[in-house]
């Protein structure tokens, strides 16, 4: 095992966290996508957290995460899209109307721990747009 230690503490702490943009809107996307991931493993290691895998699909982000246990899970992700919110109006709200720093991120966000499946969660995040991909063409296929 790869622990990490504070000073009394050895530590592993891994999440699957996933957040989506206010009301779904596709807005991930273009060179907002590279930017924002970019700001996204700055901000995480601010808090002396490591994205150890991420990739954002047009409507939604998905995140594994090592968080030491000396911040809460709420704590992180609510730093990180606070202040992601507040780069992209900075950056981007004066192209877009659609990019206001304060309605950017819908206010919650799943998260789950990752036990020893962590290869087997990076795997679902490599390849969730993929699977996103086939859902859209096979409802278009049916007519949904």
């Known amino acids: 095992m790869d622990n990490k230690s504070l000073s009394h503490t050895k530590w592993e702490c891994k999440y699957h966290i996933?957040?989506?943009p206010k009301y779904r809107k596709k807005k991930l996307y273009g060179a907002i996508r590279k930017e924002l991931g970019e700001e996204l493993h700055r901000l995480a290691g601010q808090k002396e957290?490591?994205?150890?895998?991420?990739?954002?699909?047009?409507d939604h982000i998905h995140i594994l995460i090592e968080i030491p246990p000396k911040y809460s899970v709420a704590q992180v992700v609510g730093y990180i899209k606070g202040k992601s919110?507040?780069?992209?109006?900075?950056?981007?709200?004066?192209?877009?109307?659609?990019?206001t720093g304060q309605h950017m991120w819908a206010?919650?966000?799943?998260?789950?721990?990752?036990g020893l499946?962590?290869?087997v969660i990076q795997k679902y995040i490599r390849e969730?747009?993929?699977?996103d991909l086939r859902q859209d063409e096979l409802q278009e296929?049916?007519?949904?």
């Open 49 to 58: 957290s490591k994205i150890l895998e991420g990739h954002m699909v047009n």
């Open 18 to 20: 996933v957040f989506i």
């Open 85 to 99: 919110a507040l780069y992209i109006a900075r950056r981007y709200g004066e192209r877009q109307r659609y990019f």
């Open 117 to 119: 499946d962590e290869e």
């Open 107 to 114: 206010r919650g966000y799943f998260v789950s721990t990752v």
């Open 141 to 144: 296929q049916l007519g949904l």
């Open 128 to 131: 969730q747009e993929k699977d």
